[in-house]
């Protein structure tokens, strides 16, 4: 029997991609080549890793993804850390929440979420079902012929309910559930999720699923104050809090609050505190207690 995880995996010239209307599944070896970088996407991503290693970092904190390994990442932004051992291949699904609502409606109608759905990364537990899934899945890859939509659109519909109907899965399971519920995402959980990241408005626009004009509306409505204030004082609000807990270096420090380089930063630093990020953290390891 021919191992078609071992097929994708070894053989680079079946790394493709596969789209149906506005959902798109695709297998690749990561091409990332630094260390650490930011990504962003306006819809949700299900992992499935083949091989190598990768760690996700949010607001949450870190969730570090290896062989063999399932897990949906919400919409939003994070900070890839990239290891070079071997090189990462992963399967991912990439879902609008137009077809997850879609897929509600029609196969489950009545049901609603039971419980919270808080974290930005949800590992997913496999009864043998969804490893089975992407195995069936997989020969795509190393298919010369073209895939009809109908039957890509019918794969998305099988992975949701091989999630939604797993065991140990019900925090994934509500989070699904509660996406019908919301015609346009709560722009507080977005920003509160996602303010450490080096996002445009127009990035968060999106994730709220809003144009620009009823973004910026709704959150001076929300917050008495404009996007771009407020990120500013988030972002040096957790700057702060990774000076007084870390020894990393500035530049590091200034890249994990979202900054677009480090002279930015020290540069808004100053303005909002009177001191640089180093004397900062020196007031701090003296034990100087200052209201910055």
């Not at 969730?63 to 990239?82: F, H, M, P, R, Y």
Request: hydrophobic share 35%; proline share 5%; with cysteine.
């Amino acid at each position: 029997m021919i191992n078609y995880y071992e097929l994708v995996k070894n053989n680079p010239q079946y790394f493709r991609q596969f789209s149906c209307k506005d959902l798109l599944f695709l297998n690749y070896d990561c091409p990332v080549t630094v260390k650490k970088a930011t990504k962003w996407s306006e819809y949700h991503y299900i992992y499935y890793v083949l091989s190598g290693k990768k760690t996700l970092r949010t607001t949450d904190g870190p969730v570090t993804l290896t062989d063999g390994n399932i897990a949906l990442i919400k919409k939003g932004a994070c900070i890839i850390e990239q290891f070079f051992e071997q090189p990462f291949c992963v399967v991912v699904f990439i879902i609008p929440d137009s077809f997850i609502v879609s897929f509600l409606n029609d196969c489950l109608p009545g049901e609603q979420p039971t419980g919270p759905s808080n974290r930005l990364i949800m590992s997913v537990n496999d009864d043998g079902r969804i490893e089975s899934f992407y195995q069936s899945i997989i020969p795509y890859f190393a298919s010369t012929e073209p895939i009809p939509e109908a039957l890509l659109e019918l794969k998305f519909k099988e992975l949701l309910l091989n999630l939604l109907y797993s065991p140990g899965n019900e925090e994934l399971r509500n989070y699904i559930l509660s996406i019908r519920n919301q015609t346009s995402s709560p722009i507080r959980e977005i920003m509160e999720a996602n303010y450490a990241y080096n996002l445009t408005l127009e990035a968060y626009a999106r994730l709220t699923n809003r144009s620009i004009s009823s973004f910026k509306r709704d959150f001076q409505s929300l917050y008495q104050t404009t996007p771009g204030r407020w990120v500013i004082d988030k972002k040096l609000e957790h700057a702060k809090r990774l000076l007084m807990q870390s020894d990393d270096t500035i530049s590091n420090v200034a890249f994990d609050s979202g900054f677009e380089n480090t002279a930015h930063f020290s540069r808004l630093f100053k303005q909002k505190t009177g001191i640089t990020p180093m004397e900062f953290r020196k007031r701090v390891a003296e034990k100087e207690l200052i209201a910055v």
